[in-house]
């Protein structure tokens, strides 16, 4: 059976994917709204994709995640610590968050 590099990139999405699955479960966050983008981010970071990486954080975001300190020390985004780009999504989570009145 030969195995071309189209289904080596399978293979390799496939195994992404079950490791933001582990990774989901064990997260403890089921059921939020980001927590996918933030797993998936988790392991395009430890596959050394950082710009992938980078844009599953910016889901997780907008979807409400909101711990810098939870970025800046979860060891499986420790590749991306000094990226430009790693920083403003912190510094932007630093940021005051408008209120909502009703």
């Known amino acids: ?4 590099a189209r289904s080596r990139s399978r293979l390799g999405k496939a195994s992404l ?6 990774k989901g479960d064990a997260s ?6 980001w927590t996918a983008w933030y797993a998936f981010a988790c392991v395009a970071a430890s596959a050394k994709r950082p710009e ?21 020390s979860d060891d499986d985004l420790k590749n991306l610590r ?3 780009h790693f ?6 989570l630093k940021q005051p968050q408008p209120t909502q009145t009703q």
């Open 1 to 4: 059976m030969q195995v071309t």
């Open 17 to 22: 994917f079950r490791d933001v699955i582990e």
């Open 28 to 33: 403890g966050e089921q059921g939020k709204p």
């Open 52 to 72: 992938d990486a980078l844009q599953y954080l910016g889901e997780a975001i907008k979807l409400g995640y909101k711990d810098a300190d939870g970025l800046t």
């Open 82 to 84: 000094q990226n430009p």
């Open 87 to 92: 920083e403003e999504l912190v510094d932007e």
